[in-house]
């Protein structure tokens, strides 16, 4: 049997602790050199960014760029003033393109942050090198329109081709009396951008252009504007275009062909349809002298001794009513004027507009039955028995039958509004309408009143009494 033999081991603590220490300090990075060559070039060339860093394992640039640069690597854009991973090597160089369309040199700053070989960066050991970037010559390659000379009112198409700018505009340069138009119809202001946003790069747009003079022809100057940067424009840069606007062709006179009334004499309250027709028109209106008769069309009181209507009605109608209301005792006469309205917006007047003149009834007056002449030669003339007072005076009473209140619509009403205007000091207004108003209701009490009835201004028992008492023969 084999005997094995337990031995032990023992190492101090001084023995343990004894091995030399391993550094692990890292060197600061620094930038032995940052160049970019050539300096100074001409807009969309190209140049090379090189750059030596000691004790470095990554770099950080960063470009400052004006207004109007912008910087492209390998034929994609790369962005300003914004720090972007350079490169993993601490020896090496870079190719840029440098595209300026700012109108002037512009200098572009870069700047490069070294990193330790951790990837840590050492801001404090950055370096910068610059370069001055000449403007494009060129930048609106293009720009046409289909037509140099236009009527007024018509349209033009307008196309263009640009060259290193992210957008456009257009400039309208507008003599007198012009307006432009876009595809909408919407109106483009003139002598600023027309657009309130970029257009593309390349494009076509149409636009109306017209000339409000009705005898001379104007120009307009349109300029295609290179975009500096979204919303700020190169002026001096863009390309321009002329178009001539022939005057607006002139709208030949209106002519009124028909105007009608289909009454000269109306009860107030009544109504009279006008028939009318209008050439080289599309609207039309009418005027009153109306100083003592309300004049209504659809509810709307109109407007006297100047044009009635604030919204021109149409060029024909053949039954257009208008209500006249007389505020009087005593008829008044309205004098119509029709009129055609041109192409400005005034009114034709004098010899021509048309005229007519309605005569307007006094309160209270109804129309006189027309009577017809008949010859007697042909028929048997038989004489009547003379009427009686008594059998006159029968014929034309009057028997109150219903309760009457203010609301209240029946052939009671008007009887009632007809006896009480016979006396102006009771119904002072005589409507006859065969609706109890205020104004019967106020003419009710003050009959009440003079007959010694409670004036409650309603039609009862009493008050009927009295009403058909005063209506017998």
């Known amino acids: 049997m084999k005997k094995f033999t337990r031995v032990a ?10 091995l030399p220490l391993v550094s692990f300090a890292t060197a600061t990075p620094s930038v032995n050199s940052f160049t970019i060559n050539p300096s100074s070039i001409y807009n969309a060339y190209s140049a090379s960014v090189a750059w030596n860093v000691s004790n470095g394992g990554a770099e950080e640039i960063t470009f400052t760029c004006p207004t109007g640069v912008r910087i492209t690597r390998e034929g994609s854009d790369f962005l300003c003033n914004s720090r972007q991973t350079l490169s993993s090597s601490a020896v090496g160089s870079a190719g840029f393109t440098f595209i300026n369309v700012a109108g002037v040199p512009r200098t572009v700053t870069a700047r490069l942050y070294p990193k330790d070989s951790y990837g840590v960066s050492y801001d404090s050991a950055y370096a910068e090198a610059s370069i001055t970037v000449e403007s494009a010559f060129v930048t609106i390659s293009a720009f046409t329109s289909s037509m140099q000379t236009i009527s007024s009112g018509s349209s033009v198409a307008l196309s263009w081709e640009s060259l290193y700018v992210g957008g456009t505009n ?9 307006r432009v138009l876009d595809e909408n119809g919407v109106q483009l202001p003139c002598g600023t951008p027309a657009f309130p946003s970029d257009l593309p790069i390349s494009g076509s747009k149409t636009v109306s252009i017209i000339n409000d003079d009705p005898s001379n022809s104007a120009a307009v100057s349109i300029n295609m504007l290179p975009a500096i940067t979204a919303g700020l424009y190169n002026g001096s840069a863009g390309k321009q275009v002329g178009i001539t606007v022939t005057p607006k062709p002139a709208m030949p006179d209106p002519i009124i062909t028909s105007f009608k009334a289909s009454a000269t004499t109306v009860t107030s309250g009544g109504a009279v349809q006008f028939g009318f027709a209008v050439t080289n028109a599309t609207s ?3 005027q009153f002298s109306c100083a003592d008769v309300v004049i209504t069309s659809g509810g709307t009181t109109l ?4 044009p009635a209507f604030a919204t021109p009605i149409g060029a024909s109608s053949n039954a257009f009513p208008i209500t006249f209301t007389n505020r009087t005792y005593s008829p008044q006469t309205v004098r119509v004027m029709f009129l055609a309205q041109k192409a400005n917006g005034s009114y034709f007047y004098g010899s021509n507009a048309q005229m007519a003149e309605i005569t307007v009834l006094p309160i209270g007056q109804t129309m006189m039955p027309t009577v017809t002449a008949v010859s007697t030669s042909s028929i048997a003339v038989v004489q009547a028995p003379p009427q009686t007072s008594s059998s006159a005076a029968t014929s034309n009473a009057y028997k109150f039958t219903a309760a009457l209140r203010r609301g209240t619509k029946h052939p009671d009403v008007s009887a009632l509004q007809t006896f009480l205007a016979k006396d102006k000091t009771i119904y002072p207004e005589g409507l006859v309408t065969g609706t109890f108003g205020a104004a019967t209701e106020a003419a009710l009490k003050r009959f009440q009143k003079r007959y010694g009835i409670e004036q409650t201004g309603t039609v009862g028992p009493a008050t009927r009494a009295k009403l058909n008492s005063l209506s017998k023969p």
Not at 9 to 18: E, K, M, N, T, W
Not at 170 to 178: N, T
Not at 303 to 306: D, G, K, Q, R, V
Request: neutral net charge; charged residues 10%; hydrophobic residues 55%.
């Open 9 to 18: 081991l023992y190492v101090s603590a001084s023995a343990l602790f004894a």
């Open 170 to 178: 257009m400039r309208f340069d507008c003599a007198a009396h012009i």
């Open 284 to 286: 039309t209106n009418f």
């Open 303 to 306: 407007a006297c001794n100047t």
